[in-house]
C-alpha cells in the first residue's frame, strides 16, 4: 500500500496513545530516521525500534 507521509503522520498523531511510541513512529515515519538514529534519541534498542515500527505499522495502515 502506497501511503503519503502526511497521511501516516495524522494516523500517528490520532491513533497512537503512548507519548514515547508516539515519537519513536513519528521520527521514523515523517522525519525519516533509521533505527539506530531513532535508538539513539528515545533510549531504546535498534532491534526494539525496528520491532515497535513493525508492528505499529500494521495497525496505522489499517486506518488509512
Same mark, same amino acid.
Given at each position: 500500500m502506497i501511503y503519503s507521509n502526511s497521511e501516516m503522520c495524522h494516523a500517528i498523531n490520532e491513533y497512537v496513545h503512548d507519548s514515547k511510541y508516539r515519537e519513536l513512529l513519528r521520527? &521514523?515515519?515523517?522525519?525519516? =530516521?533509521?533505527?539506530?538514529?531513532?535508538?539513539?534519541?528515545?533510549?531504546?534498542?535498534?532491534?526494539?525500534?525496528?520491532?515497535?515500527? &513493525?508492528?505499529?505499522?500494521? =495497525?496505522?495502515?489499517s486506518q488509512i
Open positions: 521520527l &521514523r515515519f515523517c522525519d525519516g =530516521l533509521t533505527y539506530e538514529q531513532i535508538a539513539e534519541e528515545v533510549n531504546y534498542s535498534p532491534q526494539h525500534v525496528k520491532h515497535v515500527c &513493525r508492528c505499529y505499522k500494521t =495497525l496505522l495502515l
